[in-house]
């Protein structure tokens, strides 16, 4: 919200100021807040960019991926076989990177634990680090290429896990996705649940 004077000033008001000095200081306040802009915009104050009718496309280098829904694998369906997440993903273009943090709610058995890889466009590189909380301890797994499959335990509940990493994209734009699947098939369930989240930032 644009910063609104509220004078008429009164000669001597704290700290005995007079009024056309108080006036020239709120006006010089309005100047700074003017000059603060949104630079991914064109040069557009940020309410200015908050008032006006623009394109989604405008807040394009930041992505969220929520899911609305329970995803389910076990040895009936794809069991250990990596699949694509329904709905963590991202599109990149060609010699971007980007900074790629996931935040995951997830439920697998002992036997059948959990892994995971990410599926990224030709020659396009992630780097990064996912943990885990499992039975009252942390614990995590480093993950440096995109074809290297990660393994981490499961635990018979819900189990809180976070992964970030560096994509660095080279000449082909395509879909970075997180791919995921029981290391072990086992009839049990394993799950990602409703509410688990990626978030992306173009930082190049």
């Not at 704290?14 to 000059?35: G, H, K, M, R």
């Not at 273009?93 to 935040?103: Q, R």
């Not at 990064?128 to 440096?144: D, I, K, L, P, Q």
């Amino acid at each position: 919200m644009a910063y609104a004077k509220v004078g008429p000033w009164a000669n001597g008001a704290p700290p005995a100021l007079s009024a056309t000095n108080l006036d020239q200081i709120e006006t010089q306040y309005d100047q700074v807040l003017a000059d603060i802009v949104h630079t991914d915009l064109g040069g557009v104050t940020t309410d200015q960019h908050h008032a006006q009718s623009h394109d989604v496309s405008d807040h394009s280098d930041i992505i969220l991926a929520i899911k609305a829904a329970d995803e389910t694998v076990n040895s009936g369906s794809t069991g250990s076989t990596l699949q694509n997440d329904d709905d963590l993903l991202f599109a990149v273009g060609v010699n971007e990177e980007w900074l790629v943090e996931v935040f995951l709610l997830r439920n697998t058995g002992a036997t059948p634990d959990w892994k995971f890889q990410w599926s990224v466009p030709a020659s396009c590189t992630i780097d990064g680090e996912c943990t885990e909380h499992v039975g009252g301890s942390w614990g995590g797994e480093a993950f440096s290429e995109a074809a290297a499959v990660a393994i981490i335990d499961g635990g018979g509940a819900d189990i809180p896990t976070s992964m970030w990493g560096i994509v660095r994209v080279a000449g082909t734009a395509g879909n970075v996705q997180l791919q995921w699947a029981q290391n072990t098939a086992d009839a049990g369930d394993t799950k990602v649940l409703r509410g688990s989240m990626l978030v992306a930032r173009r930082i190049s």
